[in-house]
């Protein structure tokens, strides 16, 4: 480990950096090769091709597109509420990945002595972007973007449950609700005495998982989820009035809120910024607290983290969308039961062994 | 100022980077953008049709029960999670405590479900 010693202003300014680098790059990536190439290849097409070698300036372009467009206030919006809408929900973004932790000394909060409740946190301050949905769907004064406020509200409050309570095996299984706890009982962990893969939580937390992921999936109201954007019954719900910049940070919350959900799905269940333990032993004088984690750590996260948004936009672009009262019936007959019986089948398990 | 408060000070910063954030991307569109509005483009957009109403009109809202709901199961999760955090220590007899916990709580749900809350009527 190297000892340098920061100030603490030093120590934000660089926090925040890191915090910028993990939120805006790794957005503008997935929506590249998912949003623009995967896609286009599932449907037979190019996808965009001519900004660029393979269109890979195409987002440059589309920003550029954006920013030239007039910023319009609808008479009967109120104004204020109208503008702060998307401030909020990119408040809500970037305290999430406060918490997540992209090597053994890459934590932005969460160190030895300090806020040690890291999932609960990142749980609480994921639902301030319901605050601002509302606020845009609110404020806009129109029919459509009040029903799209209205049902995003009802959505998000209904999958906000089963993802807490599918978190709650992982913290049961770890016994922290540290994020770098989970990540080293994730590291430490056997399954049945072997130890070569460590015991990543979605081997033994798979039902755990796979709620995550799906209330992950209706969290970012995605399809099959998008009901609160569904371009065929409501235009784009809650963003149907702005325009311009505006429209576009509603579109960069929604990516790099899927992209941070994807870190925290990676630090719970894929073993975070360490890889199994056997590929630690190959190499001589390598543990998992050296200091070179602190550069392997940030690669082996944003390589899980694109497996998992693959899931995201893969399940996106394949199945079509539920009806509102069927999205409501799944969550609270199925979702939530099955959480529940698996918080206390995680509980007997953990008390047995 | 401990490490601790240090930590929450830093929450505050990321917020006021988040602001900072959408601050420039708006500043930087308010540059280049064009400012014309007309009594047609400020309109709220209704299909191209004139709007019909205020844009506050009423609607029925079929799912505000599950607010109630909500608020019932997320109080249950802020009590999980210490318990979840100490299971090891507190052995079989904190594992029947909260089984009888979330029993109850399912119990809520269960009743709520056989009322017909959890359907969609009209």
Redo the contacts between chains.
């Keep these: 480990m190297i000892a340098i010693e920061l100030a603490?202003w030093q120590e934000?300014i660089l926090?925040?950096l890191l915090?910028?680098a993990i939120v805006?790059p790794p957005a503008g990536i997935t929506v590249y090769l998912y949003l623009f190439k995967m896609v286009s290849f599932m449907q037979s097409r190019l996808g965009p091709m001519e900004a660029g070698p393979y269109g890979s300036l195409q987002l440059v372009a589309e920003i550029g597109k954006?920013?030239?467009?007039?910023?319009?206030?609808?008479?009967?919006?109120d104004r204020f509420v109208y503008a702060a809408a998307?401030?909020v929900v990119?408040?809500s973004?970037?305290?999430l990945?406060?918490v997540v932790p992209f090597g053994p000394d890459l934590a932005?909060?969460?160190?030895e002595?300090?806020?040690d409740t890291g999932i609960?946190f990142a749980l609480a301050v994921s639902s301030i972007s319901v605050i601002g949905i509302l606020m845009a769907g609110?404020a806009?004064?129109?029919?459509?973007?009040?029903?799209g406020g209205?049902r995003a509200a009802?959505q998000l409050?209904?999958y906000?449950?089963p993802l807490?309570?599918a978190v709650?095996g992982v913290?049961?299984q770890a016994?922290?609700?540290s994020m770098q706890g989970i990540v080293s009982a994730q590291y430490e962990g056997e399954i049945f005495g072997f130890g070569g893969f460590g015991n990543p939580y979605f081997l033994t937390q798979f039902v755990g998982f796979m709620i995550f992921l799906i209330s992950v999936q209706a969290e970012l109201a995605q399809a099959p989820f998008d009901m609160p954007v569904a371009e065929s019954e409501l235009?784009t719900g809650y963003m149907?009035?702005y325009s311009?910049?505006?429209f576009?940070?509603f579109f960069i919350g929604e990516f790099a809120t899927a992209n941070v959900f994807a870190f925290i799905a990676a630090t719970l269940f894929l073993g975070g910024w360490a890889v199994p333990p056997f590929l630690v032993d190959m190499i001589p004088g390598l543990e998992i607290d050296s200091w070179a984690f602190n550069l392997i750590g940030p690669a082996v996260m944003i390589v899980k983290m694109l497996l998992l948004t693959f899931v995201v936009y893969w399940v996106r672009f394949t199945f079509p969308r539920f009806r509102?009262?069927q999205l409501?019936?799944f969550a609270?007959?199925v979702l939530?039961?099955i959480s529940?019986v698996n918080?206390?089948v995680t509980?007997?398990l953990?008390?047995v062994f | 100022m401990s490490e601790f408060l240090r930590e929450y000070l830093l929450v505050l910063l990321f917020g006021l980077l988040a602001i900072g954030v959408v601050g420039a991307f708006l500043g930087l569109a308010s540059l280049l953008r064009p400012d014309r509005p007309t009594a047609g483009k400020v309109t709220n957009y209704e299909s191209g049709v004139d709007p019909v109403g205020d844009g506050w009109s009423q609607s029925q809202i079929r799912y505000y029960i599950f607010a109630l709901l909500f608020v019932m199961f997320d109080v249950e999760a802020v009590f999980i999670f210490p318990w979840a955090t100490r299971l090891e220590e507190y052995g079989y007899f904190g594992l029947v405590e909260m089984v009888i916990f979330i029993f109850i709580l399912a119990l809520g749900l269960a009743y709520a479900w056989r009322k017909g809350v959890l359907r969609w009527s009209s």
């Design positions: 603490y934000a926090k925040l915090g910028f805006l954006w920013a030239q467009k007039e910023d319009i206030f609808p008479t009967k919006a998307p401030f990119l408040i973004t970037f305290l990945v406060l932005i909060i969460g160190g002595n300090g806020v609960f609110w806009s004064a129109s029919k459509y973007s009040l029903l209205l009802g409050i209904a906000e449950l807490v309570l709650v913290v049961i016994g922290t609700l235009v149907t009035e311009g910049m505006r576009l940070l509102e009262d409501q019936r609270w007959k939530i039961p529940l918080i206390a509980g007997l953990k008390v």
